[in-house]
C-alpha cells in the first residue's frame, strides 16, 4: 500500500545549519541567493545530498552542470517523498528506478480513460503544490515529461551514486527496456537547442549589425558582439558557457599560417589559439583540448581586445549603459542573450535561433562546404560521431539523390 506523503517542517536549528552549509555553494549556485530558493532546498535535500553538491563544487563541475545537478537532485527528492513517503534510497532499487520511469513516461491517450495510468494524481499534486511539476496543458490535461528529461534525471541520480561510491542499478536489463519502451510509447520528437542552426549566411547578416553606422564608428558593444560570434563560430561551434568562461591566459597569438593548408605559398591569415580547460565533454587536464581560430575572428578579437583594454581576467565583458567595460565576464545567459539580440537587429526571428546555433551552425556550414567531418569534429571537439554526423545528414538531406527518384 502506497504511503501517504508526509511535509514536515524542520527543526529551526536544522534548517539554519542547512542554510549556512548552502550558503558556501551560492557563488557556483546564484539560485541559493534566494531566501525562498534556498529555504526550499534546505527541506528537500538531505545532509548527505549537500555534502556530496559542495563535493562536486570543490572538484570543479561546471556551473551549469552543478546547477542542473542540483536542480535534479532537489527534483528526486521531492517526488521519492511524494511517492513514497521517505528520503531517497542510497543505493536505489530497481523498483524504484522502474516507478520513477512509470510515473514520468506514459501513454496520454490512455490516460484519458485510465486516471491510474502514469503519474498518480496525489503525487503530482504535491509536486505542483512545491513548483516542481510543470507538464499540464492549458486545458488542465496532465502530459509526460519529455524523455531527455527523464534521461538527464536519470544520468544525474546514477552519477550522483557514483560520487559516493555506490553501484547504482540504472544499467539493469529491466531499467533499460522500460526506458527504451516508454521512449517509444511517449514518441516526441527530439528538439534541437537552436531551431535553427547559425550557418555562414546568417552570420554574416548578425556581423553587419556590428560595423556601426556611416556617421560612426564600431562601439565598444559592437567590437565585443562581432568578436564573440566570430571566436564563438570560428573556433568549432563554442558553447556558451565556453565563451562566458574564456579567460586571457587561454589565448596565444600564433604565427600567421597560409589561407590554402594545401598551398604554403598562399596569402598569410592571422592565427591564435584558445586552450579549452575544462569543456561539457574533455577535462582541462587533456593535452590535445586546444582549437584554432583564423583570419578575421582572431582580428576581431584583437580588435576588441586592444579597444576594451583587456590585459587580464575574462575576454568577453559585460558593458554598462555608459560604455564602461566591467571586471566581470558575461554569463552564459548573457552571450544567449546577445545573439538573440543581434538576430533581432538582422531582421531575423530570434526565437528561431539560441547560443547553441553556433554549434549547430558550425558543423552545419562545415558539411555544406564538404570538409571532412573528422576535420570538423577536431575543431569542434565532438566525441560522438553520431552526434556530429547528425549535422552532416541534416545538411545533406535536400540534395539526396535518392528524394528524387520520380522526378
Not at 139 to 154: E, F, I, K, N, Y
Not at 174 to 199: G, H, N, Q
Not at 294 to 307: M, P, T
Request: charged share 25%.
Amino acid at each position: 500500500m502506497q504511503k501517504t506523503p508526509v511535509w514536515r517542517p524542520l527543526p529551526s536549528e536544522i534548517q539554519d545549519e542547512k542554510l549556512e552549509k548552502l550558503d558556501t555553494l551560492a557563488a557556483i549556485l546564484p539560485a541559493l541567493a534566494s531566501n525562498e530558493r534556498s529555504g526550499q532546498l534546505a527541506r528537500l535535500l538531505t545532509d548527505d545530498d549537500i555534502e556530496t553538491l559542495r563535493h562536486l563544487a570543490k572538484e570543479g563541475m561546471g556551473e551549469n552542470s552543478l546547477r542542473a545537478l542540483t536542480s535534479d537532485l532537489s527534483y528526486l527528492e521531492a517526488w521519492c517523498m511524494a511517492a513514497m513517503g521517505e528520503s531517497l534510497l542510497w543505493p536505489a532499487p530497481t523498483p524504484l528506478i522502474l516507478k520513477f520511469i512509470a510515473h514520468h513516461l506514459w501513454d496520454p491517450d490512455r490516460r484519458q480513460n485510465d486516471t491510474a495510468h502514469g503519474m498518480p494524481k496525489d503525487v503530482a499534486d504535491v509536486l505542483e503544490d512545491e513548483g516542481l511539476l510543470r507538464t499540464r496543458k492549458s486545458d488542465g490535461t496532465l502530459q509526460p515529461h519529455a524523455p531527455s528529461t527523464v534521461q538527464r534525471r536519470l544520468a544525474s541520480w546514477s552519477t550522483l551514486h557514483r560520487w559516493r561510491g555506490l553501484s547504482g542499478n540504472f544499467k539493469h536489463a529491466d531499467v533499460r527496456s522500460a526506458l527504451r519502451l516508454a521512449i517509444r510509447v511517449a514518441d516526441r520528437p527530439r528538439k534541437r537547442k537552436s531551431r535553427k542552426a547559425l550557418t555562414a549566411d546568417f552570420l554574416e547578416l548578425l556581423l553587419k549589425t556590428c560595423d556601426g553606422s556611416a556617421a560612426s564608428a564600431p562601439s565598444l558593444v559592437d567590437l565585443r558582439d562581432k568578436a564573440l560570434l566570430l571566436a564563438g563560430f570560428s573556433s568549432g561551434g563554442r558553447r556558451r558557457s565556453e565563451l562566458a568562461r574564456l579567460r586571457l591566459p587561454q589565448i596565444s597569438f600564433e604565427d600567421p599560417v597560409p589561407a590554402d593548408p594545401e598551398r604554403p605559398d598562399s596569402p598569410l591569415l592571422p592565427c591564435a589559439s584558445i586552450r579549452l580547460g575544462r569543456t561539457k565533454t574533455e577535462s582541462a587536464a587533456e593535452d590535445d583540448n586546444m582549437v584554432l581560430l583564423i583570419g578575421r575572428s582572431v582580428d576581431a578579437l584583437k580588435a576588441w581586445l586592444d579597444a576594451a583594454k583587456i590585459v587580464e581576467g575574462p575576454i568577453f565583458r559585460a558593458i554598462d549603459q555608459w560604455g564602461n567595460v566591467k571586471q566581470r565576464g558575461l554569463t552564459p545567459q548573457s552571450v544567449n542573450a546577445i545573439l538573440k539580440k543581434r538576430c533581432a537587429i538582422a531582421g531575423l526571428e530570434p526565437k528561431d535561433f539560441s547560443a547553441h546555433g553556433l554549434r549547430s551552425g558550425f558543423l552545419t556550414e562545415a558539411a555544406n562546404q564538404k570538409v571532412p567531418i573528422q576535420d570538423a569534429m577536431q575543431q569542434s571537439r565532438h566525441r560522438s560521431f553520431a552526434q556530429a554526423s547528425s549535422y552532416y545528414n541534416d545538411a545533406g538531406r535536400n540534395r539526396s539523390r535518392s528524394a528524387r527518384l520520380l522526378g
